[in-house]
């Protein structure tokens, strides 16, 4: 008896667990998540999504709503802004495996393998939770670069608050005709991409090029990038069109081409995923 009267206190007095963002945002969308489709188009996947949803998916990488241009209700007014919801509502809403099976598998890079194996994610898990726990880790800052909040041209940069210092801050742009054309799958890679900067700080010059950015191994952004990717091809790729599946893979085959310098791509299984 007197035990619950301690824990109704505490629960009074606000010390509850803390809820996660993935039970938080799980929750605000869950009518999202059952109508989700891997195979829809970022435009068309985007309307779907309702306001409380919008917000607690943004709240997630700690979305600065203004500075895109838009609000939870007007996602349609920000394609860049909508993109980047659709990319965390295909994170979201991919439950085809456990986080054991994220922790089992041989071609995830073995420096997020090791953060990945001490979050606080039940084995039996969905996948997108211990996602969730990575992106959420990295706590992102997403704001405006050149250009002005609501015009068209605008293109989003995200850091990380934290590590700002540490690396060059703008990792990530987006064309604003993007939007239409482009798979979930694209905006939840680059999303990927961005936390894992945390793990592996910047990108070194290409050795091809100078002027791009490469990751000289599988252990880097470019390679959590590439196996996201491959993962989408691999557990989705026979719910997508073919037009969607061929935009994916294009983009994993350009990542691994071009940003992966050195020999590691070769024997990659991520660089050899085809599309069904
Ligand atoms: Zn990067």
């Given at each position: 008896?007197?035990r619950?009267t301690?824990?109704?206190?505490?629960i009074?007095?606000?010390?509850?667990?803390?809820v996660?963002?993935?039970?938080?945002?799980?929750e605000?969308?869950?009518?999202?998540v059952?109508?989700?489709?891997?195979?829809r188009?970022?435009?068309?996947?985007?309307?779907?999504?309702?306001?409380?949803?919008?917000?607690?998916?943004?709240?997630?990488?700690?979305?600065?709503?203004?500075?895109f241009?838009?609000?939870?209700?007007?996602?349609?007014d920000?394609p860049?802004?909508?993109l980047?919801?659709?990319?965390?509502?295909d994170?979201?809403a991919?439950?085809q495996?456990?986080a054991q099976d994220?922790?089992n598998?041989?071609?995830l890079?073995?420096?997020?393998?090791e953060?990945?194996?001490?979050a606080?994610?039940?084995?039996?898990?969905?996948?997108?939770e211990?996602?969730?726990?990575?992106?959420r880790a990295?706590?992102?800052v997403?704001d405006?670069?050149d250009a002005?909040?609501g015009?068209?041209?605008?293109?989003?940069a995200?850091?990380?608050?934290e590590h700002?210092g540490?690396?060059?801050?703008?990792?990530?742009?987006?064309?604003?005709?993007?939007?239409g054309?482009?798979?979930?799958?694209s905006a939840?890679?680059a999303?990927?991409?961005?936390?894992?900067?945390?793990i592996?700080?910047?990108h070194?010059?290409?050795?091809?090029?100078?002027?791009?950015?490469?990751d000289l191994?599988?252990?880097?952004a470019?390679?959590?990038?590439?196996w996201t990717?491959a993962?989408w091809?691999?557990r989705?790729?026979?719910d997508?069109?073919?037009?969607?599946?061929?935009a994916?893979?294009?983009?994993?085959?350009?990542?691994?081409?071009?940003?992966?310098?050195?020999?590691?791509k070769?024997?990659?299984a991520?660089c050899?995923v085809?599309?069904?």
């Open positions: 008896m007197r619950l301690i824990a109704a206190a505490l009074a007095a606000g010390c509850q667990p803390p996660s963002d993935y039970t938080n945002a799980r605000a969308c869950w009518a999202e059952e109508r989700w489709h891997p195979g188009w970022a435009d068309e996947a985007a309307r779907l999504i309702g306001a409380g949803c919008a917000e607690a998916l943004g709240a997630t990488i700690g979305m600065d709503w203004e500075s241009g838009f609000t939870p209700q007007t996602l349609q920000s860049t802004g909508a980047v919801l659709v990319g965390l509502l994170l979201l991919d439950e495996d456990s994220v922790w598998d041989p071609d890079p073995q420096f997020v393998y953060e990945l194996s001490r606080q994610v039940a084995p039996d898990a969905p996948r997108a211990l996602m969730f726990a990575m992106i990295s706590l992102f997403s405006y670069a002005i909040p015009q068209p041209k605008g293109a989003a995200y850091y990380e608050q700002r540490t690396f060059t801050p703008l990792m990530l742009q987006w064309g604003p005709e993007l939007s054309f482009d798979p979930p799958a939840a890679g999303i990927v991409h961005e936390a894992a900067h945390r592996y700080g910047g070194v010059p290409c050795s091809h090029d100078p002027e791009q950015d490469c191994s599988r252990e880097g470019y390679g959590m990038h590439i990717l993962g091809i691999t989705y790729g026979s997508y069109t073919v037009s969607m599946c061929s994916v893979y294009g983009e994993l085959i350009t990542r691994c081409g071009d940003q992966i310098d050195g020999e590691d070769l024997e990659w991520p050899l085809e599309c069904p």
